[in-house]
């Protein structure tokens, strides 16, 4: 997931704006706002990226709720396996659900990442939010 996140990050124009959010059974901020992508900006975001360690659990709706109040935020990336343990919705219909109905007025592009196996809900999610879905392997 390191790496795929470091692809993202790779990928990113300069002046885009960037955070990253670390899910388990909390939520963790790189940043406390979006920074410009500078190329210092870039660096830090990748050794940020490098040094991330796993913890228990997946709180997917959560987060992904937070960034989506973001007023700054245009597109998110959502690297998971997709298996929500925690945060209000875990199943897959409810996170669906309040991810479309909280970004219907903002518009918000999501791209759904799936790690280890295909991920039919963050298929739809990427597809509902004008986002691209992609698989990796393990």
Known sequence: MKAELAKVVEKLPLGAGINIMIFD???RVWEKSLKILTRSVRKKALAYAKGLTTGG??????TVERALKD????????LTDGAATTGRFKD?????????EFNRTRGITIHC???GREVEWMRKCAEQNGGKYRYVAE
Do not use: C, H, Q
């Open 25 to 27: 059974r909390t939520i």
């Open 57 to 62: 659990g997946t709180n997917i709706f959560d």
């Open 71 to 78: 007023p700054l935020v245009d597109t998110i990336y959502l």
């Open 92 to 100: 897959a219909d409810g996170m669906l659900k309040g991810i479309r």
């Open 113 to 115: 990442i799936a790690f």
